[in-house]
């Protein structure tokens, strides 16, 4: 893996469906958060909408087969059609980024990475990061990881709470069901009254969720949005202000 100097006009890759709707979300994001006049200040992006790829959380509870395969031939895919670097939009998949990177001469982004940035970032001197995710991602610790490196501590639901993050993620959000705000922000607050300063959506579902929701709390920091913000600098394109 290596990493390129950004210039504007060559083309990012997405490996999207990781899942479908939180890929078109990040692409609308990216739209919306890059400074655009006219068309040709926009980012160019191969998008690769892959929703035929085994559950990464399924595979990590031992209920489907492995995604890593599909996730390095779609990185190497993107890279043959001409990506300079990829985006994931996907927290659990990033278990497997190293083994993406080894496959390609191009960067990968780590949305894990940027989404503890991002956090740090909207709340300076930050010391407790409240973390909303599937067990899957929670199990792989590189979340825990993330925050070590960022000398940060990591704050988890109570056992109750995080069975009622996966309802709301899979009974909800990937089944198309509509969730309350009250639903949301009652994960939300559950966090902050263990002391956490900011909270991060840690599953690209609740990003979409944050979005059909209009919440705008600058401390609920979504990793969708944290890997577009990425993306749009990595391309060499200007951010909104």
Known sequence: MTAGVPVHGQPGGVLGGLGPAATVHFLRRVVELTDAARDQDHVD???????SIPDRSGFLRGANESPEAALVADAVALERAGATFVAIPCNTAIV???????AVGIEVLD?????????????????RLGLLATDGTLSTGTYAAAAERAGVELVLP???????????????????NPVSRSRFDALVDHL?????????????????LRG???VEDRTVVDSLDAVAVATIRRAGARLRA
């Open 192 to 208: 902050r009254g263990k002391g956490a300063e900011a909270v991060a959506l840690g599953c690209t579902e609740l990003s979409v």
């Open 111 to 127: 949305t894990v990475d940027e989404t503890v940035a991002a956090a740090r970032e909207a709340v300076p001197g930050l010391t």
């Open 96 to 102: 497997w980024v190293e083994q993406m990177r080894a």
């Open 212 to 214: 059909e929701l209009g």
């Open 45 to 51: 992006l191969l998008v690769w909408q892959h929703g």
């Open 158 to 176: 109570d056992p109750d709470v995080q069975r009622e993050t996966m309802s709301v993620i899979y009974d909800g959000v990937k089944a198309g």
